[in-house]
């Protein structure tokens, strides 16, 4: 597990690699200024996934699958989105 590591055009907030299965699991997370706004937030840490090219780092690096999720929070919410493949 890699937390604010280097990677692509910028820093992601999680990584989660399995050598083994050569899968990894890359995590963006932000804070919703409201309830509402936390789809909107989600699909931003998408973005931001895809527009710093964390995930192609580490499928360059031999991981056969990269599963991205966009996490936001608000208060005690949280709303999980993954990219679709």
Do not use: P, W
């Not at 409201?34 to 895809?50: D, N, T, Y």
């Amino acid at each position: 597990m890699e937390s604010n590591y280097e990677n692509g055009l910028g820093r992601s907030d999680i990584v989660i690699k399995d050598r083994r299965n050569r899968r990894a699991v890359v995590i963006e997370a932000k804070t919703a200024a409201s309830e509402a706004a936390m789809e909107k937030e989600c699909l931003g840490a998408l973005k931001q996934i895809e527009k710093n090219q964390y995930a192609r780092k580490i499928e360059r690096s031999g991981f056969k699958k990269v599963i991205r999720y966009g996490i936001a929070f608000y208060k005690k919410e949280c709303l999980v989105k993954a990219a679709e493949e």
